[in-house]
């Protein structure tokens, strides 16, 4: 089963209208969730991360996450987009195998943000 | 500019040649990683090294090595490249653990013929 699972794979919405990401993880993994960004022809850049504490974290851009313990979910979201947002977006998770730490990132949402 | 550098941009080569991806941080962070990026697939893991002069098998190593002599420099090399190789890397590294923010490279395209 998939560890991180980012169901939409591309999201059309409108400037200044509201939008979610969604992220679901699964037991294999641990709870140190994170979103990253990746704007065309670029790497990757850290939006936010929750690794304990207040549920809901905020980032940078505006963007802002809630970890949802009971649905297994950190969901994205941001209340009024840009052109600018306009961007591949990725959630990640460590997942803990014997002993061992490792990132693994879900296939990615792609935000289109339409005028 | 303090960051990661990879080299080259971008690269086209012939199956079953020997080619190594250079990645360099100035940011004298302990812990360094190689990921492969194919559409659909999102970003996998090859090889990371947590400190200078250790390395460890990501979720695709097969085909792929690493090296970590020094702190600053962790080199990607594909002994024999197949087509199936064709992707897009990116390096990254972290100041120490995996839950500390990652910092990328700018990626290296590389298309195995």
């Known amino acids: 089963a998939q560890s991180v699972t980012q169901l939409d794979s591309q999201v059309p919405v409108f400037e200044e209208a509201p939008v979610e990401l969604r992220c679901n993880y699964s037991s294999s993994v641990s709870v140190y969730l994170f979103w990253y960004v990746q704007y065309p022809n670029q790497g990757l850049q850290l939006l936010l991360k929750y690794l304990s504490g207040s549920t809901l974290v905020k980032g940078i851009n505006g963007f802002e996450a809630e970890f949802n313990k009971s649905q297994t979910s950190f969901h994205l979201r941001k209340p009024s987009v840009h052109i600018s947002d306009t961007a591949e977006y990725f959630c990640a998770a460590i997942k803990i195998t014997s002993g061992t730490y490792k990132y693994i990132f879900g296939t990615g949402t792609r935000l289109k943000v339409l005028a | 500019i303090a960051g990661i550098t990879q080299a080259p941009t971008s690269q086209i080569l012939a199956a079953g040649r020997r080619m190594t991806l250079r990645c360099t941080q100035d940011?004298?962070?302990?812990?360094m990683y190689w990921y492969r990026q194919d559409l659909g697939l999102g970003l996998r893991l090859i090889h990371y090294?947590?400190?200078?002069?250790?390395?460890g098998k990501g979720e695709v190593p097969d085909g792929y090595s690493v090296s970590r002599a020094n702190t600053d420099d962790f080199p990607l090399t594909l002994a024999s490249a197949v087509p199936s190789q064709t992707s897009v890397y990116f390096c990254?590294?972290?100041?120490?653990?995996?839950?500390?923010?990652?910092?990328f490279g700018p990626g290296t395209r590389l298309t195995v013929l």
């Open positions: 090294s947590n400190t200078a002069g250790t390395t």
């Open positions: 940011m004298r962070h302990n812990a």
């Open positions: 990254a590294s972290s100041r120490e653990g995996l839950t500390d923010t990652q910092y």
